[in-house]
Nanobody, 126 residues
Framework: QVQLVESGGGLVQTGGSLRLSCANS????????TGWFRQAPGKEREFVAI????????AYADSVKGRFTISRDNAKNMVYLQMNSLKPEDTAIYYC???????????????????WGKGTLVTVSS
């Protein structure tokens, strides 16, 4: 059983920063890719960023490229999302997700991810 628990969300002003964390417990953590997705009210869940199991490969949605950075620490079973220059349109529930393949998808869909956390709310005020 894989468990993903997100933390670090909160309320921040436009231009501010937040760092989200995803803690993985349970079954093997290091062999699969882990990503962040987000879902705003009334919208579909969308891809934000993903990192390969080794940390070598990373990919981002165009909307966050240059502002967000994904990283992982396999020794601690953690994945992080550093979010800078936040905008009101970044407001959403952010979910950590993990797939079950060592193949790296640079633009994964939500359907490709196998395990999900319950999410953490990020609110960016204007």
């Amino acid at each position: 059983q894989v468990q993903l628990v997100e933390s670090g969300g909160g309320l921040v002003q436009t231009g501010g920063s937040l760092r989200l964390s995803c803690a993985n417990s349970g079954r093997t953590f290091t062999n699969y890719n882990t990503g962040w997705f987000r879902q705003a009210p009334g919208k579909e869940r969308e891809f934000v960023a993903i990192i390969s199991w080794s940390g070598t490969d990373r990919a981002y949605a165009d909307s966050v490229k240059g502002r967000f950075t994904i990283s992982r620490d396999n020794a601690k079973n953690m994945v992080y999302l550093q979010m800078n220059s936040l905008k009101p349109e970044d407001t959403a529930i952010y979910y950590c997700a993990k797939d079950q393949t060592t193949y790296f998808h640079s633009t994964p869909t939500a359907a490709m991810m196998h395990y999900w956390g319950k999410g953490t709310l990020v609110t960016v005020s204007s």
